[in-house]
DNA sequence: TTGTGTGCAAAAGCTTTGCATGTTG
DNA sequence: CAACATGCAAAGCTTTTGCACACAA
């Protein structure tokens, strides 16, 4: 993405933000919309704690429970997702303008790689229909061995072949 | 499952558990089997902590770490799995003997829904070799609002109507 | 007998909450 | 100016860790 998509997506957040809080009888406060466009102008996936920490580097006076809110609102609007790799900490990412997309990930070095797949959207809507569920979203996870790890994997068993023939 | 089916699985359990260990070089300790056997008797779903208070309910007298270590050697030998339906507590439920299922979970009453689908596996197999990953096991979850909690979500809506209307 | 596994309790880590203060509508 | 949102710190929950003791191999 270059920086004026990424200027032009920043603006549309912040439209439809305004508008959710509107409707929503909620306030528009700076800190809102500071912590949005923050996210925003990151890439990938990031925790809620780095988050925070990225704020107060750029000298943004907000608290913890400010960032878990908001959080918590734009993943109300669709315009955050939330996300649960494995680990006890939640990941999130920015959705606005972002095909639909699931994830693969490494479980030696957690590396996630995003990947799509039309048939899942036919699951979600045959799955719907025949257990009469109102489908809202849906988070599909791979786990696996990525290429690196895989080698790395076989670098090790080979050192410890080595090792038992000459002990 | 009726009470034959459940003690010729526990049985089986047992041996592949113990399989395990021994390979392993773990002991096979008391706690390890009790907490195995207990897991097995029940169905659904469940907490680490559920389980635990379970075990000291019928005066087994095992701690929180014994029960969380216990269940990480019973994921990694793959006869329990482990689940984040989005909540910060993991959830687990016993996986020999089942077939390979995902689930649906209602995101007003929190039920959880089990579905199979084959082309989970075509997707599976498709993107671990188009992305050089070897895929060890997936997640999928839907969300969404569960026939119940939409009539509940209904008459809501209905009641919040007539309000506006009288007042 | 030896060292791994356990119980207990305390610590750690993420997230939520309570309260006084500040700011929006 | 009234109510809601914020900052701060403390509390709450789940999970992990450290240490002395117990018990499987």
Do not use: W
């Not at 669709?78 to 303008?97: C, I, M, P, R, T």
């Amino acid at each position: 993405m270059n920086n004026n998509q990424r200027k032009e997506h920043i603006e549309e957040v912040k439209n439809i933000f305004s508008a959710y809080l509107e409707q929503k009888d909620l306030r528009r406060t700076t800190e809102r919309f500071i912590i949005l466009e923050e996210i925003y102008l990151r890439d990938d996936h990031f925790e809620a704690e780095s988050l925070y920490e990225h704020l107060i580097k750029r000298k943004y006076n907000v608290s913890r429970a400010t960032v878990y809110n908001t959080l918590d609102l734009l993943v109300a609007c669709d315009l955050v997702k939330k996300h649960q790799f494995g680990k006890n900490q939640a990941q999130y990412e920015k959705s606005y303008g972002y095909k639909q997309h699931d994830h693969i990930i490494c479980v030696d070095c957690k590396k996630v790689v995003e990947f799509c797949d039309p048939r899942i959207q036919q699951i979600k809507s045959m799955m719907g229909d025949l257990l009469n569920f109102k489908i809202t979203h849906h988070s599909l996870n791979m786990y696996g061995i990525c290429g690196n790890c895989q080698k790395k994997r076989e670098v090790e068993a080979a050192k410890k072949e080595v090792d038992k023939q000459t002990t």
